[in-house]
Nanobody
Framework: QVQLVESGGGLVQAGGSLRLSCVPS????????MGWFRQAPGKEREFVAAISWNGLSTYNVDSVKGRFTVSRDNAKITVYLQMNNLTPEDTAVYYC?????????????????WGQGTQVTVSS
């Protein structure tokens, strides 16, 4: 059962931008913190960004600060990851994540729900 559905991945040249979207399936996560992880080829999965249930708090990993912005539209139950000034090191499968508890901050090591992933490829 797919609980989080990502879209918006694709191929982009270095310096370009992409916006990822995440839409829950089967239940709403409007009262839960949500965010994004990624896994690059040959590397371990890493946390990217998270946003609190009310959208008032966000956290981005150091490598994407100033370039990526996580946001959410609770009315449409959609979470976004705006990615600007992309580099080849951003190439990865990006996974939407949700934490089951209404809490902040969230764990950057794991989450309770995962999407299927969307591929982002940044060419040199």
């Amino acid at each position: 059962q797919v609980q989080l559905v990502e879209s918006g991945g694709g191929l982009v040249q270095a310096g370009g931008s992409l916006r990822l979207s995440c839409v829950p399936s089967g239940r709403t996560f409007s009262r839960s913190a949500m965010g994004w992880f990624r896994q690059a080829p040959g590397k371990e999965r890493e946390f990217v960004a998270a946003i609190s249930w009310n959208g008032l708090s966000t956290y981005n990993v150091d490598s994407v600060k100033g370039r990526f912005t996580v946001s959410r539209d609770n009315a449409k139950i959609t979470v976004y990851l705006q990615m600007n000034n992309l580099t080849p090191e951003d190439t990865a499968v990006y996974y939407c994540a949700a934490w089951s508890s209404n809490r902040w901050p969230v764990s950057t090591l794991d989450s309770d729900y995962w999407g299927q992933g969307t591929q982002v490829t940044v060419s040199s």
